[in-house]
């Protein structure tokens, strides 16, 4: 009984629509060469990177400045951005700024769509155009940047933080979760004598982990990535965050500040200092990316047409 049980499950996960022709070999070989490519050609540019920060000056002089193949492992580039101490310092500040950033984000955008997802809320219409607005119409440049300057916001972390601090993209992604979960669970809540508060908590948000930990996501990297507010509200070099102080070496060719006596010391290759800071700049979102791999495949995939 168990095996005739197991055999149907098994035939009902592979039927396949009547229209619908069987895989052919060559298919199937195409598409996994395409999925390899495209693989590939994710990979191989982080490979670069990786292998030329962890290269010495020899490897690069002779490999012409981007190394493939490494030829041992000279960890110098590294060793003088974190003895010089600006890299260092602009992590913590680019993690305390994605880390509070991103919870006060996802309050925020929680509470937003939990009351505009109920149609009986005071005024939540004329909210809804109030937040969909500046979704449609970006408002200038120079009013945000007096409004920021004008609060005393500048040069502090939260010049970074309370801008961006909701997005109507994501509070209508979550909007929309909220108001996809059935009503009459939330009105036995109510009858229980929950209130909107202790609904929200114990009844949506565990509903929710997907899309929370897909937005929460998006928050993050926003965060992690700021850098076009760091250049309008940031004077001071130490509280630069991480992707200032890249784009200040890369393009102005400023190399990381150091502190103590560095004269008469062989400095590393500048290629290598410049890929040692791309590593240390995308390798955090890399090592979160997949501890919410699985809620944010579900994530993505709502509001998609269900078969």
Do not use: C
């Not at 035939?11 to 598409?31: A, C, D, F, M, S």
């Not at 580039?77 to 509070?100: C, D, H, N």
């Not at 209508?172 to 508060?197: C, Y």
């Not at 965050?241 to 006596?261: C, D, E, F, K």
């Amino acid at each position: 009984m168990t095996e005739t049980v197991a055999l149907r499950a098994r035939t009902g996960r592979n039927r396949r629509p009547v229209w619908e022709e069987p895989p052919t070999r060559i298919g199937q070989g195409l598409k996994a060469t395409f999925l390899g490519l495209l693989v590939l050609s994710v990979l191989f540019p982080l490979w670069v990177i990786l292998v030329t920060s962890l290269s010495s000056r020899e490897t690069l002089a002779e490999a012409g400045g981007i190394v493939v193949i490494p030829r041992g492992i000279d960890t110098a580039a590294y060793e003088t951005i974190f003895a010089g101490g600006a890299v260092t310092r602009a992590l913590w500040i680019s993690t305390l700024v994605t880390v509070i950033g991103s919870a006060l984000a996802l309050t925020v955008t929680v509470l937003a769509a939990y009351g505009l997802s109920q149609p009986r809320s005071v005024g939540y219409r004329w909210l809804l155009i109030y937040f969909l607005v500046p979704f449609l119409v970006y408002p200038p440049l120079v009013p945000k940047y007096l409004v920021v300057t004008g609060l005393g916001l500048k040069d502090t972390i939260w010049a970074l933080i309370l801008p961006p601090a909701i997005s109507v993209f994501n509070l209508v992604v979550v909007r929309g979760f909220f108001q996809a979960i059935p009503q009459e669970l939330l009105d036995s809540a109510r009858v229980d004598g929950a209130s909107h508060f202790r609904t929200l908590v114990r009844i949506v948000l565990p509903l929710s982990r997907a899309v929370i930990a897909v937005v929460g996501l998006f928050y993050a990297v926003s965060y992690w990535n700021v850098w076009f507010d760091a250049l309008l509200f940031i004077d001071r070099n130490d509280m630069y965050p991480i992707q200032r102080v890249l784009q200040s070496y890369l393009l102005a060719g400023q190399a990381p500040h150091t502190s103590g006596g560095t004269t008469g010391v062989s400095m590393p290759p500048t290629e290598a200092i410049k890929m040692a800071v791309v590593v240390l700049t995308v390798a955090p979102i890399v090592a979160v990316y997949p501890f919410i791999q699985r809620h944010f495949i579900k994530g993505v995939l709502i509001g998609a047409v269900k078969g």
